[in-house]
């Protein structure tokens, strides 16, 4: 893949550099230009890679900005099987009819922005959600982790970064580690199922994302511990994300909101000022 198609960046810049309408427009036509010329080159590909991408990872990439959507479906089409939406209803049908694997969710989308998509999402499944947005402040990215998000990421963006996170994601949702030598855990109305990842709190079922329920077991099978929020981040998410402290607070956060009958003042996970948190064994 051309090196110009990685450089997000200098798209961006370049659009922001242009001083007039007609310069800007001539930068998205040739940007454009250059997309379709790499997709129509990609379709005609040997048989022998098409049956090489049966049983890729299926990514859905939501953004309004055309030109977005066509930079991502170049960067990712390579690796991933990449669908298109460019608001809440395509979106929803799109899950609906092709299972993806991920999606890639812009925030500032007309009429139902991205956090309502995040919610509806969070509603009805629990996909692993990475938000890409122009939007950088820190309340931003809380609210959206917040209402369900594993990721968010800022525009521009750096591309292995992004295809990192991306992969850090499957990973999880995917993740096929050996269980626990124990197989179950009971601490008074909560189960576990570590062999089926499977959680009941007072005889109902919980939903819970992958990071949700991997944060729960490294929790439980070190309880009593306090575990400090770098080895958290660590073991819960990857080496990548160790030093993203506002992450783990807002994990724990939505843990909280489903384990725990008052989430401020929690039975189970207990904060360790300063340290981290840890999980308290009531029996």
Known sequence: MSKAYLETEEIWRLEQAATNLGDRLLVRV???????LFQVAHRFRPVELVREAMGRSRILVVDDNKSTLDLLWVILEEDFD???AEDAISTMRLIKSQSPDLIILD???PEIDGFEICRMIRDRSSIPIIALSARCEPEDKIRCLNLGADDYVTKPFVVEEL???????????????????????KCSDLNIDFTARRVVLAGKELRLTPIEYN???ELVLNAGKPLTYDYLLKKVLGPEYEKEKEYIHTYVKRLRSKIERDSENPRYIHSVSSVGYRFINTQ
Request: hydrophobic share 45%.
């Open 215 to 217: 944060l729960l077991q």
């Open 107 to 109: 925030i500032m989308l």
């Open 163 to 185: 295809i990192a996170r991306i992969r850090s994601a499957l990973r999880r949702n995917t993740m096929n580690a050996p269980p626990p030598t124990r197989s179950t855990f």
């Open 82 to 84: 990449v669908f298109t």
């Open 30 to 36: 040739i940007f454009h230009l250059g997309c379709r």
